[in-house]
């Protein structure tokens, strides 16, 4: 039986938004994240858990991307996440040049 019609994107563009926001998006989101823990905390504690908890938190995003409806909402939404944690990192860098 096939699928409905009404589910399925008709467009690429669509499709290729919402692909690359899961891979490429969550991956930036996830690794900057730990970034900015790192950079206020331990920074070999926070490298060494990032090994298990960054792909849970990628894979985590990857579904979440997959769930929304607009693969260009959620790129937004990746990109001032990515922004938000890049800042984190600044400010962490700034003030804890103790590490």
Do not use: D
């Not at 979440?64 to 990192?89: N, P, T, V």
């Amino acid at each position: 039986m096939p699928a409905n019609s009404k589910y399925l994107n008709p467009s690429f563009w669509p499709r290729f938004s919402k692909i690359t926001a899961a891979i490429l998006g969550g991956y930036f989101v996830s690794v900057t994240f730990h970034l900015a823990l790192a950079s206020w905390f331990n920074r070999a504690n926070v490298l060494m858990t990032m090994a298990f908890t960054g792909f849970i938190l990628w894979v985590a995003l990857m579904i979440i991307a997959f769930l929304a409806k607009s693969g260009w909402k959620i790129w937004g939404i990746y990109i001032l996440l990515s922004l938000l944690f890049c800042l984190f990192i600044y400010l962490g860098q700034t003030y804890n040049t103790a590490q």
